[in-house]
């Protein structure tokens, strides 16, 4: 599984009905769960961003259908990174020569 980490902005359609919103998350970790991903962290934040999600997808397709679907819905906008782990990471540093 990839992880991937979103950075969540809610809509002015998500901040009139933020009271649904826990709903909405649990019908969002459902849908990822059916694509064959799992929500890993959850967190509301205070800055740039609402909320951060870190989630694991099978493969980028799945992440960007995933981050399109939540954007259809109209609550919020997406910025989605591709995660790379602590082993990829010195991995990839040291194949640099």
């Not at 998500?14 to 649904?20: P, W």
């Not at 826990?22 to 609402?50: C, I, N, W």
Request: proline share 3%.
């Amino acid at each position: 599984m990839t992880t991937y980490v979103m950075l969540l902005n809610w809509t002015e359609q998500g901040i009139k009905n933020v009271r649904e919103s826990p709903k909405r998350l649990d019908a969002a970790r459902q849908v990822l769960g059916e694509m064959g991903g799992s929500f890993k962290h959850f967190f509301l934040t205070m800055g740039d961003y609402d909320m951060v999600a870190v989630v694991e997808a099978p493969d980028d397709a799945v992440a960007a259908r995933f981050a399109l679907t939540l954007g259809m819905a109209g609550n919020v906008r997406s910025t989605t990174l591709k995660a790379f782990p602590e082993a990829a990471y010195r991995e990839l540093i040291a194949s640099l020569g």
